[in-house]
């Protein structure tokens, strides 16, 4: 299961986290040499120029929907993890609401090996909180922990835990393995039928609302939860302004709570919805040009720990109808790293250190993976494991979903034009992305780990 | 609407061809003089006023059917017993809704279709328009009058007659036989529609262009 | 005109001159002959997602009345739950040769997607889609308010019936209307504060704070959660020159209806904050006329009395509805569609159309 591969790589004139140019040498797996530009000369190595490229740790997503096994029509472990590493990441963490759900050790494992077997990124599986994700008993959690996938983030994504009392024991039970329970904060009786974010937008448009409260009283009570019994809690893609304010008070009061934020929530707001054009139809919904700034500023001030993108592929005949009758769900993998850069880089509100920070380092210490030979999110330090993204900052590109890897085309960024580009992307000393497109397996045969 | 596209308005009264280049075929006094020829004719022909309902084709043809009206009151209040009124034997047919060449031009705006209280029925009808060209306005008003009733008879009264008929279609009532071909445009003004021109020329006149700069006053039909 | 989805979408000149064909239309109904060639060869299709025989019959009237060839196309079930896509039915609509869809669908917006997903080249009117709008009814419903608020009807209280010859052209200026009942559901209430308002009235909402929207704030319109005072009108303005009242579904009250139910505590109580009874009905205005746009609860949000009045218009809405769906059809059939693509105003580029508007004159003498 070494993942040593065979090729060394200077990466000449990179950035690291947007700093001084330095030589980076990736080889046997790790960060070998960091050294003065032009320096490095190691026989037998591959040299990419990197120069006005900024070397970000391999970047770790918190949130991904797979669809394998069950939806392989809308995305396959393979192509989801191949837009991946598209995308700049070297893991992610693939959620529970597949077909069947993930909630036994079986189906995480199968997951493992698939990604395992793709070899794009480190794939982590997330485990139900509750049995089909039915919000009644408990899944097998110790068993999915102890599982070759090792699971340690579980969650009921798509579905809130609304009873408090399975709540409350998920969040003791998973102390055990040091876990942590991602809360999907949705309230359901305040949203039933609900479309799009509740306000101005939705009364005009007809489409039942989504109110805000409808997440906040979810994410008030798991605080205040997770306080009384001492647990972890984790709050997923939160939206709305009063989500952040909620946040900041259980952190200050020294809460162990972490909470993410999606590109999509970073940049896009409920006035897409005025077309009825399903692309823009997500849970939880766009929200308020108000809600924007709000969770930017969470972000840049710590409160939000991660930016996750909540990648979620859809089967065309999902999103080409009605929007009542659509899927909620975005693709976002292939264009995090590009919002992120326009919503807090390019505005001066983070430094490409705070975004190594959202991006790589947070999430992977959050899902326990930042440890081991196989460990993610971890500095761009000699000696540590060679999982390196370069990106161009100074590239633009206009987005297009039929020319993404992932397999579906439900991209809100359609005809966006965003800055930023993955150059090349390394798993462990491995290049998956090399000039900006995925080394694909034939020229990687044999070197897979 | 949610296209963006513009609900076709109807284009100004005002049609200002005087100052374009054009020959004037009738005058004022012209008109004059050829509509009280048709009232005489159509006493003549109807043997008297009796029974007679004028119906005048939005635009111009219902301020001509109105003078019409008058002339033939004039004529038979002479001699008839009862006075007649100008108003009980006169109305509008809108043809809009009947046309045929509805998907050859943007959406028309439906005029109004005012028959006298005695309605057609039995009635001699005379329909009224300012130019006759091809006939299908006319076959147009045809269905439209059978629609409303069942005339005794229904005969045509045209100012002007361009020629050019696609249709079997003959005027029983002319102002003037006007030679022309179908590149040139005849322009009916007349006071009540299209106002004073205000520079001292009369408001009625039958104008006569070499095509294009035609304006609403063209009638094309 | 393209397509008819919204009163959003109608600017004023747009709307009246709707009202002004309507009328011309209205004309026609009462012949013998009312049937009028005007559509022959034109096939509109009647896709209806929810059961509204009322809606679908006026629709289909005003087609049949105009010559188009009417297909009735009612989805049982939806994409939502089983059946073919709307996709699907749309492709098959346009294989069928459909001019206009005229389409009814539970889902709000379904109108706006058949219009521009680029499945269809129908014209497409809405028929009422989810909680969105229902324009063809606000439409019938300003019809009918001009109808009775202009010239005579007005002036002289009572004693005149509706004056068509003064409401030509004109808008609902200074008129004011009160909408009362479920806002929150209404396409009704949705279509016609918009379109009211275009028209140059003054509408107030009037509702329990559970049947209004969040954001109902930024309608172009006033709202109460008193009903007696809104008919007893105040010092600055007088009582409202109509009121329309919206149907309340019975089981909205249950606390496990859609969207949570609850939304008031029985109907006993609503009827007496809400329903238009024969108290309520002494505190109008002598010209003041009440509307329903059916069907009617009796005894919920209308009284026997209210209804039964002389001065309801509920079954010349009715009427009206088929008058304007006959404009709506016409202005969206009738023309080429070549000449409107462009977006400039069709009458300049081609001169031969649309004669002006005939108005009753007095020949010169």
Not at chain 1, 22 to 42: K, N, Y
Not at chain 1, 401 to 408: E, F, I
Request: glycine content about 10%.
């Amino acid at each position: 299961m070494s993942s040593a591969a065979t090729t060394t790589y200077v990466l000449r004139g990179a950035r690291p986290l947007g700093g001084e140019p330095v030589d980076l040498v990736l080889s046997g797996g790790v960060i070998a040499e960091v050294a003065a530009v032009g320096a490095a000369s190691p026989t037998d190595a591959v040299v990419v120029d990197a120069t006005d490229l900024v070397a970000l740790p391999g970047l770790v997503d918190l949130h991904t929907h797979l669809r394998e096994p069950g939806r392989e029509d809308a995305e396959t472990i393979e192509s989801g993890t191949r837009a991946a590493a598209a995308g700049g990441f070297t893991a992610v963490h693939a959620m529970a609401n597949t077909t069947p759900v993930a909630d036994t050790a079986g189906v995480v494992e199968q997951v493992w090996r698939l990604g395992r077997d793709a070899g794009w990124v480190d794939v982590h599986p997330v485990g139900a909180v509750s049995v089909g994700l039915a919000g009644r008993q408990l899944a097998e959690l110790g068993a999915m922990a102890d599982s070759a996938a090792r699971v340690r983030v579980f969650s009921d994504d798509g579905r809130c835990v609304d009873d408090p009392i399975l709540m409350r024991r998920a969040l003791e039970y998973v102390k055990a393995f040091d876990g942590v329970v991602a809360q999907h904060a949705q309230e359901p009786r305040l949203t039933e039928g609900a479309q799009m974010n509740e306000g101005v937008v939705s009364a005009e448009l007809g489409l039942a609302g989504w109110p805000a409260v409808a997440e906040e009283a979810i994410i008030a009570r798991d605080v205040l939860l997770a306080e009384h019994v001492g647990s972890r809690l984790h709050v997923c893609h939160l939206s709305t302004a009063g989500s952040v304010e909620i946040v900041r008070w259980a952190k200050g009061r020294g809460i162990d709570v972490t909470a993410e934020v999606t590109p999509h929530h970073l940049i896009l707001t409920d006035e897409l919805a005025r077309g009825y054009d399903p692309t823009f139809k997500v849970n939880p919904p766009l929200r308020t040009a108000a809600d924007v700034e709000a969770v930017r500023e969470g972000l840049a001030d710590g409160t939000i720990d991660i930016v996750a993108t909540d990648h979620a592929p859809h089967a065309r005949e999902d999103k080409d109808c009605e929007w009542a009758a659509a899927a909620f769900g975005m693709t976002g993998l292939e264009t995090a790293l590009s919002v992120v850069q326009q919503t807090m880089v390019d505005t001066g509100r983070m430094t490409w250190a705070d975004v190594a920070r959202v991006l790589s380092a947070a999430p992977a210490r959050i899902g326990r993976i930042d440890t081991g030979e196989r460990a993610q999110g971890r500095p761009l330090e000699v000696g540590e494991p060679a999982n390196v993204t370069l990106v161009d900052p100074a590239a633009r590109r206009v987005v297009d979903g039929a020319g993404q890897v992932t397999a579906s085309t439900n991209t809100p960024f359609q005809g966006h034009d965003l800055p930023g580009a993955v150059v090349a992307t390394f798993l462990r000393g491995r290049a998956t992305v090399l000039d900006g497109a995925p080394v694909e397996a034939a020229e990687a045969q044999g070197v897979r780990a | 609407m949610s296209s963006g596209a513009a609900v076709p308005t109807p284009p100004p009264t005002t049609p200002g061809p005087h100052a374009e280049a054009g020959t004037v075929v009738l005058t004022a006094a012209d008109i004059s003089r050829a509509l009280t020829r048709i009232a005489h004719e159509i006493v003549e022909r109807n043997k008297g006023a009796h029974d007679l309902v004028l119906l005048g084709i939005p635009t111009r043809g219902v301020p001509l059917a109105a003078r019409l009206a008058e002339r033939l009151v004039a004529i038979e209040g002479a001699s008839a017993d009862a006075a007649l009124d100008p108003q009980a034997i006169v109305g509008e047919l809108d043809v809009t809704m009947y046309r045929d060449d509805l998907h050859r031009h943007p959406t028309r705006t439906i005029g109004a279709t005012r028959l006298p209280a005695s309605g057609v029925d039995g009635k001699v009808v005379v329909l009224v328009d300012d130019v006759l060209y091809s006939g299908r306005t006319i076959r147009a008003a045809l269905d439209a009058i059978s629609d409303l009733g069942r005339p005794r008879a229904v005969q045509l009264a045209a100012l002007v007659d361009r020629g050019h008929r696609e249709l079997p279609i003959r005027p029983d009532f002319v102002g003037k036989n006007l030679p022309t071909s179908t590149s040139e445009r005849v322009s009916v003004r007349l006071a009540e529609v299209d106002g004073d021109p205000g520079d001292g020329a009369p408001a009625d006149a039958v104008v006569i262009r070499p095509a294009a700069g035609a304006t609403a006053a063209e009638a094309g039909a | 005109m393209r397509h008819l989805l919204s009163t959003q979408d109608l600017s004023r000149p747009d709307a009246v001159r709707i009202l002004d064909t309507a009328a011309q239309m209205a004309a026609t109904q009462s012949r013998e002959i009312k049937k009028l060639p005007t559509l022959r060869g034109r096939t509109v299709v009647n896709l209806f997602y929810e059961d509204s025989t009322r809606t679908r019959i006026s629709f289909e009237t005003a087609a049949k009345r105009l010559s188009a060839d009417v297909i009735n196309f009612s989805a049982k079930g939806s994409s939502v739950s089983k059946g073919e896509s709307l996709k699907d039915t749309a492709l098959t609509l346009q294989a069928m040769g459909a001019d206009a869809v005229v389409v009814r669908h539970q889902a709000s917006g379904a109108p706006h997607v058949l219009a521009h997903a680029g499945w269809l080249d129908a014209a497409v009117v809405n028929a009422g889609d989810g909680t969105h709008q229902h324009p063809t009814q606000a439409l019938l419903d300003a019809y009918t308010l001009r109808r009775h608020l202009s010239g005579t009807a007005l002036a002289a209280p009572g004693a005149s019936g509706p004056d068509d010859a003064a409401a030509r052209g004109a808008g609902l200026d200074g008129r004011h209307v009160a909408i009362v009942g479920d806002v929150l559901h209404s396409r009704v209430a949705r279509s016609n504060v918009h379109l009211l308002h275009t028209l140059g009235a003054r509408v107030t909402l009037v509702a329990p704070p559970t049947l209004l929207p969040v954001g109902v704030q930024t309608w172009p319109c006033e709202v109460s959660y008193d009903l007696d005072a809104t008919l007893a009108g105040d010092t600055a303005h007088g009582g409202p020159d109509a009121v329309m009242m919206l149907r309340v579904q019975r089981e909205r009250m249950s606390g496990a209806g859609a969207g949570g139910g609850a939304f008031f505590p029985n109907p006993l109580e609503y009827s007496r904050k809400y329903g238009l009874d024969a108290r309520r009905l002494g505190l109008l205005a002598e010209h003041a006329i009440v509307m329903h746009p059916g069907p009617m609860n009796r005894g919920l949000e209308i009284s026997a009395q209210a209804a039964d009045s002389p001065r309801a218009v509920i079954v010349e809405q009715v009427a009206n509805g088929v008058a304007v769906r006959m404009a709506v059809l016409y202005l969206l059939l009738a023309g080429s569609d070549e000449a409107e693509v462009a977006g400039a105003p069709a009458a300049a580029t081609a001169p031969l159309a649309a004669p002006v508007p005939t108005v009753e004159r007095v020949p010169a003498s």
